[in-house]
T-cell receptor, first 112, second 112 residues
Framework: KAGVTQTPRYLIKTRGQQVTLSCSPI?????VSWYQQTPGQGLQFLFE???????NKGNFPGRFSGRQFSNSRSEMNVSTLELGDSALYLC???????????FGSGTQLSVL | DAKTTQPPSMDCAEGRAANLPCNHS???????VYWYRQIHSQGPQYIIH???NNETNEMASLIITEDRKSSTLILPHATLRDTAVYYC?????????????FGTGTRLKVLA
C-alpha cells in the first residue's frame, strides 16, 4: 500500500506570493491533517479534514487555508507569503478518529 | 490541551537500552500518550501509544506511571538507525474530535 504522498517536495517562493501544497493520503484513509515544522516552533498543528469537512483548526492566521476533496486528497494554501512561513509542511492521514497518524515526507517551503 | 515536557537531547551507546522520559502532568483521564520519531528529512513515524497500561510492540516498550503524569519510552537495544528526534504526544479529545499536540522532542544520538 502506498504511503502518504506530498507534492512538491521542495518549493521556493517570494514574499507576497501564494502557494498550494498537495497531499494524497493512504488509500482508505478519510482524515488528513496538516502540520508546520520550523526549528524555532517545532511541529505545530494547522488543521484537519475528515470527509471534506474541517474538523479541527490550530492557531494560525486566515492566510492558511485548506480543503479536502471527495477522494480524500487534500490541498493546503498559504496566501501573501511571509518570510516566517518558511518551513517543512507535513501532511498526515489516518483511517478515522483516534487512530494513529501516518505522515508524508513533507514539502519544504522557502520564502525569499 | 495537555502539554508534554522532554529533555532536549540524550546519548545512548549502541546495543544498550535507551530510556526516553516524558512529563505530561496535566493529562486528562481519557487522553492517550503517543510516541513518534523523526529521522532527518522525513515525516514522523509512529512508534507506540498507550492510555494507562504498559505497552510493548516490536519497536519499543512504553511505561506509564500509575498517576499517568509521566511515561518512558524504552528502546531495548538501540542501534545507530535509532538516532532521531523522539516526540512524546498527548492526544487531546475536544468535543469528540482529536488533536495531537507535539512537544519539542528529545534528540537521541546512538553512539557506536
Amino acid at each position: 500500500k502506498a504511503g502518504v504522498t506530498q507534492t512538491p517536495r521542495y518549493l521556493i517562493k517570494t514574499r507576497g506570493q501564494q502557494v498550494t501544497l498537495s497531499c494524497s493520503p493512504i488509500s482508505g484513509h478519510r482524515s488528513v491533517s496538516w502540520y508546520q515544522q520550523t526549528p524555532g516552533q517545532g511541529l505545530q498543528f494547522l488543521f484537519e479534514y475528515f470527509s471534506e469537512t474541517q474538523r479541527n483548526k490550530g492557531n494560525f492566521p486566515g492566510r492558511f487555508s485548506g480543503r479536502q476533496f471527495s477522494n480524500s486528497r487534500s490541498e493546503m494554501n498559504v496566501s501573501t507569503l511571509e518570510l516566517g512561513d518558511s518551513a517543512l509542511y507535513l501532511c498526515a492521514s489516518r483511517i478515522h478518529e483516534g487512530e494513529k497518524l501516518f505522515f508524508g515526507s513533507g514539502t519544504q517551503l522557502s520564502v525569499l | 490541551d495537555a502539554k508534554t515536557t522532554q529533555p532536549p537531547s540524550m546519548d545512548c551507546a549502541e546495543g544498550r537500552a535507551a530510556n526516553l522520559p516524558c512529563n505530561h502532568s496535566t493529562i486528562s483521564g481519557n487522553e492517550y500518550v503517543y510516541w513518534y520519531r523523526q529521522i532527518h528529512s522525513q515525516g514522523p513515524q509512529y512508534i507506540i501509544h498507550g492510555l494507562k497500561n504498559n505497552e510493548t510492540n516490536e519497536m519499543a516498550s512504553l511505561i506509564i506511571t500509575e498517576d499517568r503524569k509521566s511515561s518512558t519510552l524504552i528502546l531495548p537495544h538501540a542501534t545507530l538507525r535509532d538516532t532521531a528526534v523522539y516526540y512524546c504526544i498527548v492526544r487531546s479529545d475536544t468535543s469528540g474530535t482529536y488533536k495531537y499536540i507535539f512537544g519539542t522532542g528529545t534528540r537521541l544520538k546512538v553512539l557506536a
